[in-house]
Each structure stands twice: as structure tokens, then as C-alpha cells.
């Protein structure tokens, strides 16, 4: 009778602690906005890089062009927080014309090994892809990249919430 009660306690002991561990492991960097900045072509006629400084929050500024019809369409460059994950940062930049996403750049991605560049090589793109298609960070997650792709949407999230779209 003792085996058969021990059993039984080691038994519920091991499924409650399954249950209850997190296997996700991805946290999310809090903190306050790392920067929103637009390229600007300067007086002498070399466009500024923009700052990737997790510090420093940038003024926010667009260059304008001028259309035919005589509107104006604002190009700025947003880059959202870094996302960290267990096996590496996960940072997205991106280019905005108006309210249209345009452009998104992975600035940082998990590369500590071979492995992290394999998976990277086929995710991003198709990440990229689905943001751009759905204007938005309402995309799947590439199968076998999952934690780059938790990552790269909250990143992406960021972004999007520090653009104002």
C-alpha cells in the first residue's frame, strides 16, 4: 500500500511540474523607446544614416516628396525595440511612406551559431514578406523558427506602434 501511494504522489508531482513549466523562454526588452528616426538628405547632398542606439531617442522627422496630383507623402524610418530571446536578439527596422509599410530590415537576428544563419536565411524572408503583405504584425510564424518569429513580431509590433499605424 505505501509503494502504491508513493507511486502515485511522484506520479502527480511530475505532471504538475510539467504543466508547469514555460518552455517558451522569450522575454520581451522593457524600457523606453530606442529611437524613431527618418534618413534626411543634408546640405551637402549625403543622406544621414540612422542611429541604431538602444539610449538615444531621436526627433522625429520626414522628408517629404511631392507628388503630381500636389500631396505629399511623409518617408520616415522607424526602428522598433529589441526583442530577446533564447537564442538572441531580434531587431526590425522600418520604412514608412505615409501610412504604407514599405520596407522592413532585420537589423538584429540570433546568430551564435550555424544553425541560427540556416534557420534565419529562410524565416526572415518569409517574414518579411508577410509583414509587408499584411501591413501589419498580424503574421504566422515560420515553422521550425519559432522563437525568431515570436521575436521578429514583437519587435515588429514596436515599430508599427511607434509609427503610429
Known sequence: MKRITLWLLSTVSVVVL?????????TTAAGPPTSVVSTDTGADGRTGSPST???RTATRTATSTGTSTGTRTATRTVIGAVASTQWGPVQVRLTVAGDTITGVTVLQQPNGNPRDDEINSYALPI????????????????SGATVTSTGYVQSLQSAIDRAGL
Not at 128 to 138: H, I, Y
Open 18 to 26: 510539467l504543466f508547469g513549466y514555460d518552455a517558451s523562454g522569450t
Open 53 to 55: 542606439s538602444s539610449t
Open 127 to 142: 517574414l518579411t514578406q508577410e509583414a509587408l503583405a499584411d501591413q501589419g504584425a498580424r503574421i504566422d510564424m515560420v
